[in-house]
Every structure is written in structure tokens, then in C-alpha cells.
């Protein structure tokens, strides 16, 4: 009993300890710690007098979506989904699982971060880590050496989440690529253009597209002098330039990684340089890059994809920039990636820092890794990061304490007196059987102000009012929420009216 006690009282305290920091405003990952562990003490507790008792709670990293919070979803997924289809391309899925010898050896150091699950007696299994590789396995599976597809589905990293950033360990990706021998840098930039339509339409704020290319690093480790063992590793300490300064970058590559300090050095003079296609140009020149037929090949590519983004008219949204490196393995030439530019936060804004909002490259010899006989399917494609996107959206709809429709209802079929269920109900039947999202309230008798009022708080435009002299005449009185303006319709007309009214559908975002 002595020994309950004592843990009923750590169980006491730790409680206090994050209401404390609750009240306090403590980090988010702070308050998940604690709270972690105040259900590690009540589960050393046990069951206290036959009841169960736990704290209802989401998985670390994961979160539920309300009705307001899933509307805004629709939305951003009905903006990206139509710039995929207005592309050309076909959607696909694949299952939210992998054999686990699918998913390893693809993702460099972040292979640590792929969720493995319980070996139940059968095969092994992992949680997908991205939608790419399923993607490739699908591709030589299927035999398939042509395809432009998009895939919008969930994907699960074990990362450390950072929820308030929109950085989670179930989230969506959405993802476009085309798969296919085609000339050079055609379809790499489309896929810059599709990214560019996307964030632009989404109106998030200004960004900016960095692009390299793997050869022109590979070939720029090999001119500083990286060992060829060491060029994925490096390469991963690199993509950290957008986090940290060039001195932690530098401190790691020498101390962790024992690189040679001459070396890091030769490196840090290439990869602070970014611009345009002036630095392409410069770095054809360079004598000691341009002795390198990987990084050759690389800048002669990019050159070509500058005078292809010019023809798209989207030239000044893009950087060449020598720092990005894009830590996955599997990417063998043109890399990208999409920030949001940190402008001043507007009225009532938080500053947001959400780093990457889409991502990309070419990777042609993912396929190959799957098929049998080595074959070769060339690919690019991009990833659209739509929960950093959410986390902006919503920031900015509550600053502005927007209202966001929860539901796309058109007419709400009331009554003004007493005994007119039966008419109500005939009446938003034949409306559903002419395809108007019509509702009524689930009353007997309910009272015109109430269903007004419902009208008002749901944000339904119109109100299609039936009494005894309505229907004695044979009309509907349709009510326009906003305005109060009422008007007699004949009945047979109800419909068209309806959708006249209602055939712009209000925007939520």
C-alpha cells in the first residue's frame, strides 16, 4: 500500500508539473516530454478499483483535424490536384505498407526515421516513408517505362515532430512524376513550373526554388578532395546549410564525419555561392570543375533548364544554388526545392517558419534497383510538403478570424407553422433527387427563428420557406439569408432558382 502511495503521490506532482508549464506556455515538444511521462507513472499505477483510467490523447506527432480545419484541407488538395490534372496526369495508389527490404537502402542516413513493424509470423513490413519509392516498385512491378502520375496519400516518418512548424510523423505528401525517356530537362521543367503554379495559387506568400544538381556536387566533392566513401555522408551534412551556419556544417564534416579541414574548406568556397544562370556560365569556366565530366554534364543541363524556365516565364523564381543537396539517396541529377521567403508577419501574424514547402529531382536509377534485369526507367518529379502549407493557411485564417464554411449547403427547407414535417420532408427529397445540397432539422415543429438562425451560424445562403398558403398556391418562398429578401417561386421553377442563386461556390481560403 506504502509503495501505491508513494507513486500516487509522483503521479500528483508530475500533474502539477505540467499544468505548470501549461500556464507557463512551455514548447510544445516540452509539454508531449512530460506529459509522456505522467502516463508512465499512472500506467505503473494499474487498474484502481476495477476502472481503466487513461488520458485521451493522439500518438506523439500525430493530431486530429476538425470540420474548419479539413474544409481548408479540401481546399489546398483541390488547388494542387487540379494543377496535376490540368498537366496531364493520371492518379494512382499503393498500399500504406512495404516489405521492409523494399523501403531499405534508399533514403541515405534517414533510413533511421522508417517506421518497422511487428513481425506478426510473416513478412516484414514498414510503414511507407515517402510515396517515390512505392512509386518505382510500382513502375518495375508492373513493367511500366511510361507514366505521368500524381499520388496525394499519407506517408510516416519517426522523426522528432515539431507540430507547431507542421513537421509530423503521419502527414500528407503529395507527389507528381514523370516517368519516361524523353529529351533533356523537358519535363524536369514542367515539374518547375507545375511547383511554381501551385504555391502561387495557393497565395502562401512570395518564394523562392533552389536548384542543383547531384552531378555537379558528386563533381565538386571529387575536385575538393572527398573520398568517394564519404560523398553521401558529406552530401547530408551539406543539406543542413539552410538550418545552420557554414561553421556548424564545417565542425561537423571535420569532427564527426573526419574530413580533412583543407578540405572543408575547398567545399565551403563552393557551396555559400548561389544566382542564376550567370553562375552556371561562371562555373563552366571554373578550371578545376570543368575538368569534371559529372559536373559538366550537370551545369550543361542546368544551362538548358534556365533557357526552358525563361520560355515559362518563371525564371526569377528560381536559384541555382550550390548548397542544396537533398539527403536522400536515390536522387541522381537535378534537385529542387521550394521556401517561403520570411517576410514581415501582417496584423495580428506570429512570424512562421516552415522551411521547405515542395521538393524534387531526377532519379533515374530507382527503377533499376527493383528491376530484375537492371532496367533503367528515367523519372523526376516533385512533392508538394501540404502540411507546412496547412500550418500557414490556418495561421493566417484565424489572424483574420475568417470565417471558414464547414459544409457546402445551398438551402435549408423550413417551415412557418406547425404540422408541416411531411411537406418538409417531400420537399428536400425531390431537391437531394435534383442534386441540390439542401438539409432541414431534425424537429417536428421547429421554430422559424431556430432554423434562421441555423441558417445564419452554418452560413446556408438560402432558406426555402413552406407554409399553408405556399402550398396552396403552389410556391416555395425562398429566402436569401444574407439580404432577407424573399420571393415567391412556383415550385416546378424551385431548383433552377436555387442553382442560379448558388452557382458560384464561396471561396474558404
Known amino acids: 500500500m506504502a509503495e501505491r502511495a508513494a507513486l ?110 511487428k513481425d506478426q509470423g510473416g513478412e516484414l513490413l514498414s510503414l511507407r516513408y515517402d510515396l517515390t519509392v512505392p512509386f518505382a516498385r510500382y513502375l518495375a512491378m508492373n513493367k511500366l517505362t511510361n507514366i505521368k502520375r500524381y499520388h496525394i496519400a499519407k506517408v510516416y516518418r519517426r522523426d522528432n515532430p515539431a507540430m507547431t512548424r507542421g513537421r509530423y510523423r503521419e502527414f500528407y505528401q503529395c507527389d507528381f512524376d514523370i516517368a519516361g525517356q524523353f529529351d533533356p530537362m523537358i519535363p524536369d521543367a514542367e515539374c518547375l513550373k507545375i511547383m511554381c503554379e501551385i504555391l502561387s495559387s495557393l497565395q502562401i506568400g512570395d518564394f523562392l526554388v533552389k536548384v542543383n544538381d547531384r552531378r555537379i556536387l558528386d563533381g565538386m566533392f571529387a575536385v575538393c578532395g572527398v573520398p ?25 564534416m571535420v569532427g564527426e564525419k573526419g574530413l580533412a579541414p583543407e578540405v572543408a574548406d575547398r567545399i565551403g568556397d563552393y557551396v555559400q555561392q548561389h544566382g542564376g544562370v550567370s553562375l552556371v556560365e561562371q562555373l563552366l569556366q571554373d578550371p578545376k570543375l570543368s575538368q569534371n565530366k559529372q559536373a559538366l554534364e550537370g551545369l550543361g543541363d542546368l544551362k538548358l533548364l534556365f533557357e526552358y524556365l525563361a520560355l515559362f516565364g518563371i525564371a526569377d523564381k528560381i536559384s541555382f544554388d550550390l548548397s542544396l543537396a537533398r539527403g536522400l539517396d536515390y536522387y541522381t541529377g537535378v534537385i529542387y526545392e521550394a521556401v517561403l521567403l520570411q517576410t514581415a508577419a501582417q496584423a495580428g501574424e506570429e512570424p512562421l517558419g516552415v522551411g521547405s514547402v515542395a521538393a524534387g529531382g531526377r532519379y533515374d536509377g530507382l527503377v533499376g534497383m527493383f528491376d530484375p534485369k537492371g532496367r533503367k526507367v528515367p523519372c523526376v518529379g516533385l512533392s508538394v510538403g501540404v502540411e507546412r502549407i496547412f500550418s500557414i493557411v490556418e495561421q493566417r485564417l484565424e489572424a483574420l478570424e475568417e470565417k471558414v464554411r464547414t459544409t457546402e449547403t445551398q438551402v435549408l427547407v423550413a417551415s412557418a407553422q406547425k404540422k408541416l414535417l411531411e411537406e418538409r420532408l417531400k420537399l428536400v427529397s425531390e431537391l437531394w433527387d435534383a442534386g441540390i445540397k439542401a438539409e432541414l432539422l431534425y424537429k417536428k415543429n421547429p421554430k422559424l427563428l431556430n432554423q434562421l438562425q441555423y441558417c445564419e451560424e452554418a452560413g446556408i445562403p438560402l432558406v426555402a420557406i413552406i407554409g399553408e398558403q405556399e402550398l396552396k398556391d403552389g410556391v416555395v418562398k425562398l429566402r436569401a439569408v444574407a439580404s432577407r429578401e424573399e420571393v415567391d417561386v412556383r415550385r416546378e421553377d424551385l431548383v433552377k432558382e436555387i442553382k442560379r442563386r448558388t452557382s458560384q461556390p464561396p471561396c474558404i481560403c
Open 8 to 117: 500516487e503521490e509522483l503521479v500528483r506532482l508530475q500533474g502539477e508539473h505540467v499544468r505548470e508549464l501549461k500556464l507557463q506556455k512551455a514548447s510544445a515538444e516540452q509539454i508531449e516530454e512530460e506529459v509522456s511521462q505522467l502516463l508512465k507513472l499512472k500506467a505503473q499505477l494499474g487498474p484502481d478499483e476495477g476502472k481503466h483510467k487513461f488520458v485521451l490523447k493522439t500518438p506523439k506527432g500525430t493530431r486530429d483535424y476538425n470540420p474548419r480545419q479539413m474544409a481548408v484541407r479540401e481546399k489546398v488538395f483541390d488547388t494542387i490536384i487540379s494543377c496535376f490534372k490540368r498537366h496531364g496526369a493520371e492518379v494512382i495508389d499503393t498500399p500504406v505498407f512495404e516489405l521492409k527490404e523494399t523501403l531499405t537502402g534508399k533514403y541515405g542516413e534517414d533510413s533511421k526515421l522508417i517506421y518497422d513493424l
Open 228 to 252: 568517394d566513401s564519404k560523398f553521401r555522408t558529406i552530401c547530408s551534412s551539406v543539406d543542413k546549410l539552410d538550418k545552420v551556419p557554414w561553421e556548424e556544417v564545417k565542425n561537423e
